[in-house]
């Protein structure tokens, strides 16, 4: 990711986990990330598994 996608997915992600709507949950593969409940990604890391929620939510299939 570049700085501003970087600076995106944080100015993104920082509301939603204080409003424990995205969550981390540390499972035998790694890391699952979970928005309103629903499981969006898997990561090796907590980085890894919120890049992944982020880019889920904001890129197209088709991109």
């Known amino acids: 990711?570049?700085?501003?996608?970087?600076?995106?997915?944080?100015a993104w992600s920082e509301p939603l986990v204080t409003?424990?709507?995205l969550?981390?949950?540390q499972i035998p593969e790694g890391w699952l990330a979970s928005l309103?409940?629903?499981?969006?990604?898997y990561g090796e890391t907590q980085r890894v598994?919120?890049?992944w929620t982020f880019i889920?939510?904001?890129k197209s299939a088709y991109e």
Do not use: I, K, Q, V
Not at 36 to 41: A, C, E, N, Q
């Open 56 to 58: 889920m939510c904001h």
């Open 23 to 25: 969550t981390l949950h």
């Open 36 to 41: 309103d409940s629903f499981p969006m990604s």
């Open 1 to 10: 990711m570049n700085t501003n996608e970087n600076e995106l997915m944080l």
């Open 49 to 51: 598994a919120m890049t």
């Open 19 to 21: 409003a424990r709507r």
